[in-house]
C-alpha cells in the first residue's frame, strides 16, 4: 500500500510541476558549467563588481546601503548601486568569492526563462512558448556570456520581467497590473543601461494591444507612468545619470553625431548586422568566439 501510495503522489506531484521549471532547471545546470574553469577567470576590467560586490557583503551595514541605494555612478562612474547590490545578494548567500560572484549572471539569465515563457504564451500555443524557452535554455551563447562577471546580463532578466509585465496588463488590464508594469520600466533605468532600449519597445507592445482609447485605459496608463516616475525619480535627479546612459548611445560619439549621414549610416550599418549576427561573430569577447545562435 506504501509503494503504490507513493508512487501516486510521485506522479500527481510530477504533473502539477510546470515543464518550465525543469527547463529553468536545465539552464542553471549548463550555464553553471566550468564556472570556475581558469578559462573564466578574467576577460579584462570585470574585477570591478567582484571587489564592490564584496564590499557591501563585508564592509556596508544597512545604513550604508539604504545611503547608497539609489546611487548611479558607483562603478566607472556608470553603473547604479542596485546593480551591484543584487550581485552582492548572490555573494552573501553563497560566498564572496568567483562562485558566488558569477552566479547572479547566471542566475538573472536562467531567471529570464520564466518571464519569457509567460510572455510567450500570451501570443503563442503553450508547445511554441516551451519550445522557445527550452532553446534559451541550451543556448550556447548564453552558457558562456552567462559567465562573465559584469551586469550585462540583467538587461535579459530586465527584458524578461518587462515584457511578461506588459503581456499581463495587456491580458488583465487593471491598476495593480499597470502598476507591476510601471515597476518593470523603472527597473530598466536601475539594471544594465542597455536595458533603456527595452522601453518604447514595451510601450508600442503596450500601444498596440491595449492603446489608451477609453477612460479606464487612459487612467492605467497613467498609473503605469507614475509608478514609473516614483521609482525612477532618484536617478533623474542625479545629472551624471544623464550623462552616462547618453555615453552609451550614438549620441555620445562625435564622430557618428556631427551629421545626419554619419548618424544614419552608423545606424543602418548595425541593423545589416544584426540580422546576421546570429551566424557569426567577427571577434572574440567576452568568452564568447561563436555566432549567437547554433546550428538549430
Given at each position: 500500500i506504501f509503494r503504490c501510495g507513493g508512487y501516486k503522489i510521485y506522479h500527481l506531484f510530477r504533473r502539477r510541476i510546470h515543464p518550465i521549471f525543469w527547463i529553468v532547471s536545465l539552464a542553471l545546470l549548463l550555464f553553471t558549467v566550468n564556472v570556475n574553469a581558469w578559462q573564466f577567470s578574467i576577460i579584462g576590467d570585470e574585477y570591478a563588481f567582484s571587489i564592490f560586490g564584496r564590499d557591501i557583503v563585508e564592509k556596508q551595514d544597512l545604513v550604508q546601503v539604504g545611503k547608497l541605494l539609489f546611487r548611479d555612478n558607483v562603478i566607472y562612474g556608470k553603473f547604479t548601486y542596485i546593480s551591484s547590490l543584487l550581485q552582492a545578494l548572490f555573494m552573501k548567500l553563497f560566498d564572496t568569492q568567483n562562485f558566488g560572484w558569477r552566479l547572479s549572471s547566471i542566475y538573472a539569465s536562467a531567471s529570464a526563462i520564466v518571464f519569457l515563457h509567460f510572455f510567450f504564451r500570451t501570443f503563442v500555443r503553450e508547445w511554441v512558448a516551451l519550445t522557445a524557452s527550452f532553446l534559451i535554455a541550451v543556448s550556447h551563447y548564453l552558457m558562456t556570456f552567462s559567465k562573465i562577471g559584469y551586469n550585462n546580463t540583467q538587461a535579459l532578466f530586465a527584458l524578461g520581467v518587462l515584457f511578461a509585465a506588459t503581456a499581463w496588463a495587456i491580458t488583465r488590464p487593471r491598476p495593480i497590473t499597470f502598476v507591476?508594469?510601471?515597476?518593470?520600466?523603472?527597473?530598466?533605468?536601475?539594471?544594465?543601461?542597455?536595458?533603456?532600449?527595452?522601453?518604447?519597445?514595451?510601450?508600442?507592445?503596450?500601444?498596440?494591444?491595449?492603446?489608451?482609447?477609453?477612460?479606464?485605459?487612459?487612467?492605467?496608463?497613467?498609473?503605469?507612468?507614475?509608478?514609473?516616475?516614483?521609482?525612477?525619480?532618484?536617478?533623474?535627479?542625479?545629472?551624471?545619470?544623464?550623462?552616462?546612459?547618453?555615453?552609451?548611445?550614438?549620441?555620445?560619439?562625435?564622430?557618428?553625431?556631427?551629421?545626419?549621414?554619419?548618424?544614419?549610416?552608423?545606424?543602418?550599418?548595425?541593423?545589416?548586422?544584426?540580422?546576421?549576427?546570429?551566424?557569426?561573430?567577427?571577434?572574440?569577447?567576452?568568452?564568447?568566439?561563436?555566432?549567437?545562435?547554433?546550428?538549430?
Open positions: 507591476v508594469l510601471g515597476m518593470a520600466l523603472a527597473f530598466c533605468f536601475y539594471a544594465y543601461p542597455s536595458s533603456l532600449y527595452l522601453i518604447p519597445l514595451a510601450l508600442f507592445l503596450l500601444l498596440l494591444y491595449a492603446p489608451p482609447r477609453s477612460p479606464s485605459l487612459l487612467r492605467q496608463w497613467g498609473i503605469a507612468f507614475l509608478t514609473t516616475f516614483v521609482f525612477a525619480f532618484p536617478l533623474w535627479l542625479q545629472p551624471q545619470f544623464w550623462e552616462a546612459k547618453l555615453l552609451g548611445t550614438f549620441l555620445g560619439n562625435s564622430q557618428v553625431a556631427s551629421s545626419y549621414l554619419t548618424t544614419l549610416k552608423n545606424i543602418g550599418l548595425n541593423l545589416l548586422y544584426s540580422f546576421y549576427s546570429f551566424i557569426y561573430i567577427p571577434q572574440e569577447s567576452h568568452f564568447v568566439s561563436v555566432s549567437y545562435a547554433d546550428a538549430l
